[in-house]
């Protein structure tokens, strides 16, 4: 499975950005993870079969949708802050349970990262 992220870019602190993320193949579950400067990566948003998951910091900011025509996941971030500022990285999986669907290594496949830089 192949993963084309894009959509990051620079914002000014309480505006708006949309990734997406599209697919070469339609897969279970697909999420965003996010990786800032000496951090570990870290879960964003992402659905498993027909339920979505939102990490605490992107709940109520960020809506994450499916288009299963083309393989594509999106994520609307609103109300952004300093703190979002980060690469973005797409990832997949045909295998991830619900327990470890926020763990990294729960995702075998992983798109290029697209980073979001938000200014204060």
């Known amino acids: 499975v192949q993963l084309q992220a894009s959509g990051g870019g620079l914002v000014q602190a309480g505006g708006s950005l949309r990734l997406s993320c599209a697919a070469s193949?339609?897969?279970?579950?697909m999420a965003w993870f996010r990786q800032a400067p000496g951090k570990e990566r870290e879960y964003v948003a992402g659905?498993?079969?027909?339920?979505?998951y939102y990490a605490d910091s992107m709940k109520g900011r960020g809506t994450i949708s499916r288009d299963n025509a083309k393989n594509t996941v999106n994520l609307q971030m609103n109300n952004l802050k300093p703190e979002d500022t980060a690469v973005y990285f797409c990832?997949?999986?045909?295998?991830?349970?619900?327990?470890?669907?926020?763990?990294?290594?729960?995702?075998?496949?992983w798109g290029q990262g697209t980073l979001v830089t938000v200014s204060s």
């Open positions: 193949e339609r897969t279970n579950a």
């Open positions: 659905f498993k079969g027909g339920s979505t």
């Open positions: 990832a997949a999986s045909n295998s991830v349970i619900t327990s470890a669907i926020r763990l990294a290594r729960s995702y075998g496949y």
